[in-house]
């Protein structure tokens, strides 16, 4: 299983296809394992790079609180360590957070940014409501099940839930058999709280694609709208009925309107 320990502790990641390098952020509390229905699509295309951001997966949980900063210079180090001088990078939730800071941070390293159902953070985020942070802030402690059953309303739709529960039960499935620790998690959460690009956007000069749901009720899809006016050159692109995972429920036409645009 491959690790790298560039970031300073043992981070995981994978590899898939090959071609010009995509690299796929996670967002909070997940692991490479979310991008189930990424890597199948965009394997044929690019070399994708998955990975486990600090605090999830099979990647260490050193000492929080985070910053997206600094979980984007952990991206960069993977990119450095795998002699990656450039490349796309996806990111949705807090790793599209983290995807604006690898974009600021390291300019030279982004082609192509894709920025998935996330928020600019400081005064131009529209937050979360206060129903929705319950559901997330106080999922460190309890019954981890009964913890991500309180996150679905705010990741799914209403007609997923009864369509395809198979899809939610699968989803609950690796995330109880792949958890997150609690404090990894917490300081994750951190770092999302306290992300704030709103004030450097107008620095992006990667092309960029904004991608949303309008049904997104986690992160209000208005984020979306205002970091694209602020991004020079930025597409933006509402799914109609599409939740916060779009890349899950809605993936074929997530997957196709980034394909289109890298």
Not at 193 to 210: C, K, M
Request: aromatic share 6%; with cysteine; hydrophobic share 40%.
């Amino acid at each position: 299983m491959p690790h790298i320990n560039a970031p300073g502790f043992r981070m995981y990641y994978e590899t898939h296809g090959s071609g010009f390098p995509l690299l796929l952020i996670n967002g909070l509390g997940s692991d490479h394992l979310e991008w189930l229905f990424q890597v199948p699509a965009f394997a044929p295309h690019f070399t994708v790079v998955v990975f486990d951001n600090r605090g999830t997966g099979k990647s260490d949980v050193p000492p929080g609180p985070y910053t997206t900063a600094q979980m984007a210079d952990d991206a960069a180090a993977l990119l450095d360590t795998l002699k990656i001088a450039r490349a796309h990078v996806l990111g949705v939730s807090l790793g599209g957070m983290i995807a604006q800071e690898v974009a600021l941070r390291h300019p030279d390293r982004v082609d192509g940014l894709v920025l998935g159902c996330t928020g600019p953070g400081g005064t131009l985020s529209i937050r979360p409501t206060p129903e929705a942070m319950a559901a997330f802030v106080n999922a460190d402690g309890g019954n981890p099940e009964s913890n991500l059953r309180r996150m679905i309303p705010f990741l799914y739709t209403e007609g997923c839930l009864k369509e395809r529960p198979r899809e939610i039960d699968d989803f609950i499935r690796r995330r109880l058999e792949n958890p997150t620790p609690p404090e990894g998690y917490v300081a994750q959460l951190a770092a999302a709280v306290s992300h704030d690009a709103s004030g450097r956007l107008e620095r992006i000069r990667a092309r960029t694609l904004v991608i949303t749901g309008d049904a997104d009720r986690l992160v209000h899809p208005e984020n979306s709208r205002r970091i694209a006016e602020r991004i020079p050159g930025a597409t933006l692109v509402v799914v109609p009925g599409a939740p916060h995972r779009l890349f899950a429920e809605t993936a074929d036409v997530f997957n196709r309107e980034v394909l289109s645009f890298l």
